[in-house]
């Protein structure tokens, strides 16, 4: 059964930093691409951010690169988002999610998220 | 950055009765076009993928069609599981993005 299990959520203040990581199980990690995706408080769904299986390529969205940084242990089975110079606007929830497929297709599996807060 | 549209906002419908969805794109995805499920509470669920495929697990009621610009989500006969926002995605290009989502809900 595949498993996405986010943590590292909290409250954090602007201009803070935070690190989430998601802990996968129930496939071979490291042939998938793995995403971050958000979620305002009663908004809709936001890409954030994919690495490629091997690590090697990494994908942002405009209004995090240059203060998100996603990277992969596969020794570890698992995906991290270092989150940088956070707003306001980076409160959310945090899904971590699976690319399906042969390379980079639907988001197939999903974890349960974990809320970032960012308020002072 | 590819604009998905989706409409309506929000759909009322009763139990039984069909459901009908839509996602449009500004610029050609192909088929390279999703569906999601999101409940209260709960990470969305894959419900379609490349336009018409169903996801794992997901029943014959549902069913996508389209290409291009034009996609359509169809629930032929609701359940009340059903109800639920619905998401539209494309994978065509960088950045991934998502339509603004309809809500499904009983009448």
């Known amino acids: 059964e595949v498993q996405l299990l986010e943590s590292g959520g909290g409250l954090v203040q602007p201009g803070g930093s935070l690190t989430l990581s998601c802990a996968a199980s129930?496939?071979?990690?490291?042939?998938?691409?793995m995403c971050w995706v958000r979620q305002a408080p009663a908004k809709g769904l936001e890409w954030v951010s994919c690495?490629?299986?091997?690590?090697?390529?990494?994908f942002y969205a405009d209004s995090v690169r240059g203060r998100f940084t996603i990277s992969r242990d596969n020794s570890k089975n698992n995906v991290i988002v270092q989150m940088n110079i956070l707003g306001v606007e980076d409160t959310a929830v945090y899904y971590c999610a699976r690319r399906g497929g042969s390379g980079w297709g639907a988001f197939d599996y999903w974890g349960q998220g974990a809320l970032v807060t960012v308020s002072s | 950055e590819i604009v998905l549209t989706q409409s309506p906002a929000t759909l009322s419908l009763s139990p039984g009765e069909r459901a009908t969805l839509s996602c449009r794109a500004s610029?050609?995805?192909?088929?390279?076009l999703a569906w999601y499920q999101q409940k209260p509470g709960q990470a969305p669920r894959l419900v379609i993928y490349d336009a018409s495929k169903r996801a794992t697990g997901i029943p014959a009621r549902f069913s996508g069609s389209g290409s291009g610009t034009d996609f359509t989500l169809t629930i032929s006969s609701l359940d009340p599981e059903d109800f639920a926002v619905y998401y539209c995605q494309q994978r065509d290009s960088w950045p991934l993005t998502f339509g603004q989502g309809t809500r499904l809900e009983s009448k």
């Open positions: 610029q050609s995805v192909g088929n390279y």
């Open positions: 129930g496939f071979s990690f490291s042939t998938y691409a």
């Open positions: 690495i490629s299986g091997s690590g090697d390529y990494t």
